[in-house]
Nanobody, 121 residues
């Protein structure tokens, strides 16, 4: 089965930095887009950043200029470098992969288990 495993969350002070990493596994041939979503307490899950296999990136307005998404297609990994963190960035961050082709067929969406990022003021 296709699995996404995140790492890198934790507690950081406002203004600090964290780097999230995600690795997809499971006999994968290709992944169209990989990205990060987040869900804060009491709020809906929202897109943070996404990067297609062709290199097109899209960011939420709230993180533009502070977060950078990067990806290694050959390794099926995606990272999120988060700088100048704010308390409002506190959330569970989820890795997402869209249109995953593997030995198991086509999977339209795959999600990681989530990693908690807490930014203290």
């Amino acid at each position: 089965q296709v699995q996404l495993v995140e790492s890198g969350g934790g507690l950081v002070q406002a203004g600090g930095s964290l780097r999230l990493s995600c690795a997809a596994s499971g006999s994968i041939f290709s992944i169209n887009a990989m990205g990060w979503y987040r869900q804060a307490p009491g709020k809906q899950r929202e897109l943070v950043a996404v990067l297609t296999s062709g290199g097109s990136a899209n960011y939420a307005d709230s993180v533009k200029g502070r977060f950078t998404i990067s990806r290694e297609n050959a390794k099926n990994t995606v990272d999120l470098q988060m700088n100048s963190l704010k308390p409002e960035d506190t959330a569970v961050y989820y890795c997402h992969a869209a249109r995953v082709r593997s030995d198991y067929g086509l999977r339209l969406d795959a999600w990681g288990q989530g990693t908690l990022v807490t930014v203290s003021s």
